[in-house]
């Protein structure tokens, strides 16, 4: 799956550059909704986020996700985003649980998911 994202203001970490945290977000956002358009709504059981470079506010970043591996519930996922010249500048693993939809319904919401 491939998105484009352009952090700005409201993920300030150091001036001009974005929060890892923020980051991290977007990219735990990613691995959900590629799953779920993939028809397997999962969780995440473990997050790793390697920061490259800084990432940039105001700038657009390719971000690629895909599933590298399956075992049974568990699905193993990679992310890489990049600038517009090519360069990664972060790259994100992760272990999704495959849950059913009353996983979902726990937490009493009805809020339909949203692109990152
Ligand atoms: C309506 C539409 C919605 C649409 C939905 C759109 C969703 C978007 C979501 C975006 C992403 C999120 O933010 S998700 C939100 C953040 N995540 C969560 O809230 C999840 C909270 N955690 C949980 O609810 C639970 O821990 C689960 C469901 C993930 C798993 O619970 P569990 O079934 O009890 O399983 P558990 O024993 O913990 O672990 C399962 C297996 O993983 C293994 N395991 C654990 N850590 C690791 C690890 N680092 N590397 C390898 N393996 C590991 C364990 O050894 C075990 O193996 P084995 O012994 O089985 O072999």
Request: hydrophobic content about 45%.
């Amino acid at each position: 799956m491939r998105a484009r994202h352009v952090f700005d203001e409201r993920h300030v970490g150091a001036p001009g550059i974005a929060h890892g945290g923020a980051v991290a977000t977007v990219l735990d956002d990613l691995f959900g909704f590629l799953l779920y358009l993939i028809g397997e709504p999962a969780v995440t059981r473990h997050l790793e986020v390697g920061y490259r470079s800084p990432v940039l506010l105001g700038t657009p970043y390719l971000l690629e996700a895909g599933v590298q591996r399956r075992e049974g519930r568990k699905l193993f996922v990679r992310a890489q985003g990049t600038d517009e010249g090519g360069a990664a500048v972060v790259e994100a693993s992760a272990l999704f649980l495959v849950v059913g939809l009353e996983h979902f319904a726990r937490g009493g919401g009805d809020a339909a998911p949203v692109a990152p």
